[in-house]
T-cell receptor, first 108, second 113 residues
Framework: AQRVTQPEKLLSVFKGAPVELKCNYS??????LFWYVQYSRQRLQLLLR??SRESIKGFTADLNKGETSFHLKKPFAQEEDSAMYYC??????????FGTGTRLTVIP | NAGVMQNPRHLVRRRGQEARLRCSPM?????VYWYRQLPEEGLKFMVY????????ESGMPKERFSAEFPKEGPSILRIQQVVRGDSAAYFC???????????FGEGSRLTVL
């Protein structure tokens, strides 16, 4: 069965420190992985997807099929990065499977 | 483009009443998805609809829940005879194509007393 695990509910880092939000997935087929973000008082929105291999707002995420992971990383956290982050798995079907989310707080 | 619009934002119902949640997708989008978020849990897929058709309802509870997306007007998620366990945030998302980027609404928070 498909599953997305985000082991950390809460993560706090100091401004300028590196940040890594963990995401592991379970899926026997060929996955599509996404990170969605929800800033305070805003809607959930797409941050990045693995197939585009982009860096958005300084964030990157690499799909590691061996470890079934799609961790989100940024070398230097900024205060405006404080938000709720959701990892999501697409299976080529009609929906996305979301993790439970990680609330990132960047301490000034 | 106003984005995905959901209403009401907050809805309070007593046990046994009906709840209707509406979702207007972004202009030009014909794919609508409903998700439910229970406290301390992630977003759980409920149903995927295109205009006048239910494409995938594998996440919908078998009873009391139904969804539609008519040719004209918003998509509606209907919960009959609500129970306390239905209290949750219900999110709608739309996309312009299948497996395209999802654009989310602000959610409708249902509280069942």
């Amino acid at each position: 069965a498909q599953r997305v695990t985000q082991p950390e509910k809460l993560l706090s880092v100091f401004k300028g420190a590196p940040v890594e939000l963990k995401c592991n997935y379970s899926y026997s087929g060929s996955p599509e992985l996404f990170w969605y973000v929800q800033y305070s008082r805003q809607r959930l929105q797409l941050l990045l997807r693995h197939i585009s291999r982009e860096s958005i707002k300084g964030f990157t995420a690499d799909l590691n099929k061996g470890e079934t992971s799609f961790h989100l990383k940024k070398p230097f956290a900024q205060e405006e990065d404080s938000a709720m982050y959701y990892c999501a798995l697409g299976t080529g079907a009609n929906n996305l499977f979301f993790g439970t989310g990680t609330r990132l707080t960047v301490i000034p | 483009n106003a984005g995905v619009m959901q209403n009401p934002r907050h809805l309070v119902r007593r046990r046994g009443q009906e709840a209707r949640l509406r979702c207007s997708p972004m202009k030009g989008h014909s794919h609508v998805y409903w998700y439910r978020q229970l406290p301390e849990e992630g977003l759980k897929f409920m149903v995927y609809l295109q205009k006048e058709n239910i494409i995938d309802e594998s996440g919908m509870p078998k009873e009391r829940f139904s969804a539609e997306f008519p040719k004209e007007g918003p998509s509606i998620l209907r919960i009959q005879q609500v129970v306390r366990g239905d209290s949750a945030a219900y999110f709608c998302a739309s996309s312009g194509q299948r497996n395209g980027e999802l654009f989310f609404g602000e959610g409708s928070r249902l509280t069942v007393l």
